[in-house]
């Protein structure tokens, strides 16, 4: 009886043992994600990628496709879907979603209180009034994205970094 005591001291002792080390680990991925983060948002080079919609007058959608705002410096290329209502249709059908490149816009950042940013796009020139873009300290975030002649939506996903443009030969 007594052997079988000690081993499962033992055993006890080293699972203990490798749950803290587990748990130093997590804490370095998520201190690792905050820099991240931190440096994407700083250096006005990353993307908004979109994996869920929310128009104001329906359920969540999930985003099948890919979607996305990308931010360089000074342009801007967003290419997002539009659930809801259009005040004014446009006149090229092709036009539907919310699709635009823009180098007139002003971008402005501040700090959250309880972690992460909040970022305003405000772009000129374009049926955009206004983008809210909420991002936490690990890189989750939601898009709100104001139009002068459509319906206010919502989007959430994650921000990450620019994808290397291949060059072609």
Do not use: C, H
Not at 46 to 67: D, V
Not at 125 to 130: F, G, L, M, S
Not at 138 to 163: C, H, M, P, W
Request: glycine share 6%.
């Amino acid at each position: 009886m007594k052997p079988i005591r000690k081993i499962l001291l033992l055993l006890t002792m080293f699972s203990s043992f490798g749950f803290a080390a587990y748990s130093q680990t997590k804490e370095q991925k998520k201190a690792k994600a905050i820099a991240d983060t931190k440096a994407l948002v700083d250096s006005k080079k990353f993307r908004f990628i979109a994996q869920f919609a929310q128009p104001m007058g329906g359920r969540n959608i999930q985003l099948t496709s890919e979607y996305d705002v990308q931010i360089k410096n000074d342009t801007m290329i967003v290419f997002l879907p539009y659930y809801g209502r259009d005040y004014v249709a446009p006149m090229d059908p092709s036009q539907g979603g919310i699709k635009f490149t823009s180098t007139d816009f002003t971008y402005t950042k501040s700090a959250r209180k309880k972690g992460g940013w909040q970022i305003s796009i405000v772009p000129k020139n374009q049926d955009v009034r206004q983008m809210y873009l909420t991002v936490s300290d690990e890189g989750y975030s939601s898009l709100q994205v104001t139009s002068n002649n459509r319906q206010a939506i919502s989007f959430n996903g994650i921000v990450d970094k620019l994808r290397e443009s291949k060059k072609k030969k």
